[in-house]
T-cell receptor, first 113, second 113 residues
Framework: NAGVTQTPKFQVLKTGQSMTLQCAQDMNHEYMSWYRQDPGMGLRLIHYSVGAGITDQGEVPNGYNVSRSTTEDFPLRLLSAAPSQTSVYFC????????????FGDGTRLSIL | TQLLEQSPQFLSIQEGENLTVYCNSSSVFSSLQWYRQEPGEGPVLLVTVVTGGEVKKLKRLTFQFGDARKDSSLHITAAQPGDTGLYLCAGANSGGSNYKLTFGKGTLLTVNP
């Protein structure tokens, strides 16, 4: 059972570069979300999607874009990487509502130099 | 903005000791989830509590939801090194357009052999 798969696991970027963090789930979950985890800050919601074609902003959306063309995939794009975006990024999914228990991927550790 | 305060932030104990971790808010939540996160992995759901005053047990872990549904506690009896990890609480609100979970910043537990 794959669950939620995130790629890559590690990435180093230079300031100003762009990249896409991939997230895929095989549980047919409607709700998907992206969080970032920083020391002392807990998990903060970046963007979320309640179904294919529908996305919305979370608590810290600036500098990130998302799209949801299929139920399975929810990529997160960094438009122009900044050192403040150095973090561990987690993708999560749940059956239908964001308040239901979340299934998390193992994260992408991103460093911006 | 709903906030969840977790205490203590760090806890280091010896194997066999008991401990309690707290999750407090001034807001009412319809349900509250507890997750455990191990290094290099995403959070994994331990339990969801829904009813005010509810108590749930998971082997040596006891979870309680406050009567007013504003706070929760996690009690571990006879802690073991395998209990080491980051414990996160997350409050949820159902209904309407609020699809988001609010996470606390976590309690980092270290159980020494």
């Amino acid at each position: 059972n794959a669950g939620v798969t995130q790629t890559p696991k590690f990435q180093v970027l230079k300031t100003g570069q762009s990249m896409t963090l991939q997230c895929a789930q095989d549980m047919n979950h409607e709700y998907m979300s992206w969080y970032r985890q920083d020391p002392g800050m807990g998990l903060r919601l970046i963007h979320y999607s309640v179904g294919a074609g529908i996305t919305d902003q979370g608590e810290v959306p600036n500098g990130y874009n998302v799209s949801r063309s299929t139920t399975e995939d929810f990529p997160l794009r960094l438009l122009s990487a900044a050192p403040s975006q150095t973090s561990v990024y987690f993708c999560a999914s749940s059956k239908s509502q964001g308040w239901q228990p979340q299934h998390f991927g193992d994260g992408t550790r991103l460093s911006i130099l | 903005t709903q906030l969840l305060e977790q205490s203590p932030q760090f806890l280091s104990i010896q194997e066999g000791e008991n401990l309690t971790v707290y999750c407090n808010s001034s807001s009412v939540f319809s349900s509250l989830q507890w997750y455990r996160q191990e290094p290099g992995e995403g959070p994994v759901l331990l339990v969801t509590v829904v009813t005010g005053g509810e108590v749930k047990k998971l082997k040596r872990l006891t979870f309680q939801f406050g009567d007013a549904r504003k706070d929760s506690s996690l009690h571990i009896t006879a802690a073991q090194p395998g209990d080491t990890g980051l414990y996160l609480c997350a409050g949820a609100n159902s209904g309407g357009s609020n699809y988001k979970l609010t996470f606390g910043k976590g309690t980092l537990l270290t159980v020494n052999p």
